[in-house]
């Protein structure tokens, strides 16, 4: 086991599948004490790691878990605000409603937990956030408007709150995916292979990123070897954004 993320406590929210439970077993296996958090049940077998049952857009249940997390640990270190959701669809196609729920989970619910969390890492001087933006908003991406409207507020939360919380020895940033191989890529091939064909053709690393990318660049953040870095992006694109 690593020692980078050593004893600390951390929360990963979205964590039942794709990236953000990559995230959760990265974190375990770098020493960190994980609360995984997801709106559906799920179960590991890794003692490191322990599922809470939480819904990011319910303010009461985001309260309770992260005060009983305060309570059990008497801190928290960091924050990974990994989940979201996405509806792929055209300018002409997308429904208001779609919209709606997209940025009260990428957008205001993320700032709820900031709020929430960074009130309780100040009590013991300071802690680090890290958010999940998305290379479609430094990119655009057709299809993608409204998704990429939320990611782009994600990137613009992220150097805001780090000027803001600096003062209480909280870092926030963020790194931004490009395409990564998960169950979300598999469902969004199927429907327009040949658009995603022509992006992958287009980094030049020459492959999709994979879910342990993503993990280990959150690690690094998360760490006391980023201790001078804060409000910053990182791309893990491959090289596809520059």
Sequence with gaps: MSSLLENKVCIITGAAQGIGHQIAKQFA?????????????????????????????????????????????GRIDCLVNNAGIVYNRKIGMILR????????????????????????????????????????????SPGQVAYSATKGAIISMTKSAA??????GIRVNAVAPGIVKTERFKELYESDGDKIDARIGRIALGRLGTPEDIAHACAFLASDRA????????????CASI
């Design 29 to 73: 296996a770098d020493g960190a004490i994980v609360y995984a958090c997801d709106r559906q049940e799920f179960t590991t077998d890794n003692e490191r790691i322990h599922p809470v049952v939480m819904d990011i857009t319910d303010a009461a249940s985001v309260k309770a878990a992260f005060m009983q997390i305060f309570k059990t640990e």
């Design 97 to 140: 409603e779609e919209t709606e729920r997209m940025f009260l989970v990428n957008v205001i619910a993320v700032l709820e937990l900031i709020q929430l969390c960074s009130r309780l890492m100040a009590r013991n001087g300071g802690g680090n956030i890290v958010n999940i933006a998305s290379v479609t908003a430094v990119l655009g």
């Design 163 to 168: 000027k803001e919380l600096a003062s209480q």
């Design 227 to 238: 201790n001078y870095i804060s409000g910053q992006i990182l791309g893990v694109d491959g």
